[in-house]
Every structure is written in structure tokens, then in C-alpha cells.
């Protein structure tokens, strides 16, 4: 074996983990190592946002200041051991697309390994008995936050969001990126019916805050303004999962967070606030648990 491989065993699944040593995140010297590291302690709680679910992968083979590239099909090598999911094209037109399924912290990490930094997965999972795709189990409005605003301003219009939804069944968590993407679970829905929800519901809170929401992809109309993209209600489209690493300069994570954090940036307007970290995330975890656990932890997500 090549001396830059090493056989480990991870909850009784062997991997070979190569080139651990290289930098992924040059900005701050964050290694393959380290990822490795950070999926493998968060599983636990990162799991359950993917699992049943087709993933995408986006790999960083050269690190996160390299080339980068969406990965839908399960690689050739992969594992027997790993879990497919075969999702029919559109309409017929292509041939499925078999994704990969993480379903434990091996195949996570084995992921992880092939430089996944990235890990987005669509807003239905499968189920004994249901198409593929199935309806829907979320709605998600993501809030992007345009030239000469950041995530303060999308936590204003978040609260303004939780003054039209019920809280309690709002989750909030950071993209790790520069917006804020909010959840709710959603019951015996179509896509249509999904799609035109969330459309309405940003338009009607575009129309109270004009001056500061908009509800349309077009850039010039977004200068200190927060889109609320309702598009992702899509059963093509996916969101980065809770607790996945993102491709920025340093090791950010798409981060829970709380209703009582998300009010505190809104009114201190501190960006700041709301950027975590890997370390920083395992801390919180190992404070608050999974703070958006309740959205997955029920029978409407279990196969």
C-alpha cells in the first residue's frame, strides 16, 4: 500500500484514508486530516439530515481554492457495502441517476475521503411505497443577502418570516456561506402546491418590507436587499445539509442556530455572531445537541 494511504476501521467498515496530510483550506492551513476529523466526530448528528436521502457531493480533489465539481452519480469504486438510491430522470428522458445514500459515519467518511467537502441533499427522502422522487417533507426559504448586506439583515427577515409561520416549527441554520435558511415541515403537499406556498409567503412579506426584501433572482434589483429564494421548494434542487463543511476560505459550517441567537444578530447587526467554524460547531453540539433535531427526528423522515 502507498505509504500516503492508511487502513483505519470505522464502526467496523475498513477505509483507506489517502493523502491526509494535504492542505485543503490554504487560508488556514485545515488539512484533509482534519475534515476527516470534524465528519467524523459531528455523524451522529449529521446523519439523520442525510440519510434516505440522494446525495450530492461536491469534491475539492485540489482544495477549496482549486477546481470543483458536482458529483449526483455514485462513483464506480465505491463500496457494495455503501447505499445507492435510483432516481428517475424527468419526464423519462435520461437514464436514472443512482446517487449515493449516506447512511452511517463510514460511508460519510469515506465520502469525506474522496475530498466531499460539500454535501447537499433535496428537500424529500425515500420511503417504502413512495416514487422518487416523493412529496415533499420540507419547505425551505433560503435568504441571500445582497451587496451591501449580510446575514444581520436576512435575521430581520427571518423574524419577519416567524411572525407569518409558527416558530416552534421553524428551523433556522446558517448556510456557512453568507445567508440564513429557514425550514418547516410540511405534510401531504405537492411540489406545486409547495412551490406556489413559499412563492406567495415571499412575496407577501416582500410587499410589507419593500425597502429591504425581494422576491425575484434578478440581480439588479437586489442592492441592499435580502432575497428570499423560494425556488430551492423544488424536487430537483438541494440545499447543503445541516453540519456540511463549506468552501470558503476557512472551514465554515452550515450551522443550527437558535431563534434566541438568530434575534440577538438581527438587533446587534453583527455578522459575526452567526459564523462557526468546525471547532466551533463540535463545541456547540456537545453544548445543545442538535438544534434542529426535532425537524428530522420524527416517523414522516424514517424509511
Given amino acids: 500500500m502507498s505509504p ?27 488539512t484533509k486530516s482534519q475534515v476527516l476529523d470534524y465528519y467524523a466526530r459531528i455523524a451522529d448528528v449529521m446523519v439523520p439530515h442525510l440519510i434516505h436521502r440522494p446525495t450530492t457531493f461536491r469534491r475539492y480533489p485540489n482544495g477549496v481554492e482549486g477546481m470543483s465539481f458536482y458529483e449526483k452519480h455514485a462513483p464506480e469504486h465505491q463500496p457494495d457495502w455503501i447505499k ?7 419526464r423519462g428522458e435520461h437514464e436514472p441517476i443512482v446517487y449515493t445514500a449516506v447512511s452511517d459515519r463510514p460511508s460519510l467518511l469515506w465520502a469525506a475521503n474522496l475530498a466531499a ?8 427522502h425515500v420511503a417504502k411505497g413512495k416514487s422518487k422522487p416523493a ?3 420540507y ?33 433556522a441554520k446558517t ?4 445567508g440564513l435558511q429557514l ?48 425556488s430551492q421548494n423544488n424536487s430537483s434542487k438541494t440545499t447543503v445539509a445541516a453540519y456540511s463543511l463549506r468552501a470558503r476560505p476557512e472551514p465554515t459550517v452550515s450551522t443550527p442556530v437558535s431563534w434566541q441567537e438568530v434575534d440577538r444578530c438581527a438587533k446587534n447587526g453583527n455578522p459575526d455572531t452567526l459564523r462557526f467554524e468546525a471547532k466551533d460547531v463540535l463545541k456547540r453540539v456537545e453544548k445543545f445537541g ?12 424514517r424509511k
Avoid at 491526509?20 to 490554504?26: A, E, I, Q, S
Avoid at 445507492?84 to 424527468?90: D, F, G, L, N, Q
Wanted: proline letters at 6%; one cysteine or more; glycine letters at 8%.
Fill in 135 to 137: 412529496p415533499p417533507d
Fill in 4 to 30: 500516503e494511504r492508511v487502513l483505519t476501521a470505522i464502526d467496523g467498515r475498513e477505509l483507506s484514508l489517502s493523502n491526509l496530510d494535504k492542505v485543503l483550506y490554504p487560508d488556514t492551513g485545515f
Fill in 117 to 124: 467537502i460539500e454535501f447537499h441533499v433535496p428537500l424529500w
Fill in 175 to 178: 448556510s456557512g456561506s453568507k
Fill in 84 to 90: 445507492t438510491i435510483e432516481v428517475p430522470s424527468k
Fill in 183 to 230: 425550514y418547516t415541515r410540511v405534510r401531504r403537499t405537492t411540489w406545486d402546491q409547495l412551490g406556489e406556498r413559499a412563492h406567495e409567503l415571499a412575496q407577501a412579506i416582500e410587499r410589507d418590507h419593500p425597502d429591504e426584501v425581494v422576491s425575484m433572482m434578478k440581480k439588479t434589483l437586489r442592492d441592499g436587499k435580502v432575497l428570499i429564494d423560494w
Fill in 139 to 171: 419547505m425551505v426559504l433560503d435568504l441571500d443577502p445582497g451587496p451591501g448586506t449580510t446575514i444581520a439583515e436576512c435575521c430581520r427577515v427571518a423574524q419577519w418570516v416567524g411572525e407569518r409561520l409558527d416558530r416552534g416549527s421553524l428551523f
Fill in 290 to 301: 442538535d438544534l434542529m433535531g426535532s425537524l428530522v427526528a420524527t416517523k414522516s423522515v
